[in-house]
């Protein structure tokens, strides 16, 4: 089997903690074939993340069946199992909010991994809630939503940090760090206080953003401030981007100082050299 290798260094061992398939409501991947793909890119370990709400405003709302979605993921381990190791995730839209309500349904499921994302405020899309808003207010509104949800919700990881720069970048332009330095400062503080981590999210990478969420500003300032929990996911909502620019987050991660990247098991983190 062909192994990738960094600078002729050591063997990667490629992880994606981000994914969805047609059990998330904007997704048509077919699971088997999401994994058959990622086994062709060499991809050693996925973690299937989908859209989860229970807030009947929102879009993803009703999309689920929790039970048929871990009987995929269970034939899909049989089906896979010595070539791929697979992780049942979930992805939280908004998990600050009706938080008893998602530990009611989700504890007893004992997922490997939960992550965390602000997708609505104010019970709109965000794409809906940036609309006639000036720059600095559409972002700011999106930071402090996020900070509220870290500094509640139960989770493992934070998804796609600056995410607002997806919807709002075409009409509005990225945003500059040094605005919002002191309001990730206290986001990012406030994960590292409560042992939430936070991932690279390449999707951005496959756009015109062209680069990560959260940027490598932001990257910087959690290592900085000595955080440690990192993983690495592509976000990909199709079979074809499964591990989609992983090398590069994993190089990213290395340049800036992270030693290790984190996968997880029934919600514990496990460091991963890198
Ligand atoms: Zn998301
Ligand atoms: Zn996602």
Known sequence: MKTLRVKGESIIYLMDYHHHTNHSFD???????????????NV???CFTEHFSLNPMAPTYGHINLKAYLADIKSCQEMFMDQLTIKAGIEIC?????????QEVLDPLNLDFVLGSVHNID?????KYLAGKEQDALYRGYFEELYKLVCTADIDVLAHIDLMKRYA???YGNYQFEDFKELLTEILMKAIERNIGIEINTSGNRS?????LPSIHVLKLYKELGGELLTLG???????SVGAHIPEAMQIAKQIGFTYIFKYEKRNPIPVKL
Not at 94 to 102: I, M
Request: aromatic share 4%; net charge neutral.
């Open 234 to 240: 592509s976000d990909s909502h199709f079979a074809h």
């Open 44 to 46: 050693k370990e996925i």
């Open 27 to 41: 997704s048509k991947a077919v699971m088997k074939e999401v994994c058959a793909t990622a086994i062709e890119k």
């Open 94 to 102: 908004e998990p600050h909010l009706l938080k008893d309500g998602y």
């Open 208 to 212: 015109k953003i062209n680069e990560p």
């Open 123 to 127: 019970n709109q899309k965000l794409r």
């Open 169 to 171: 970048i075409a009409d």
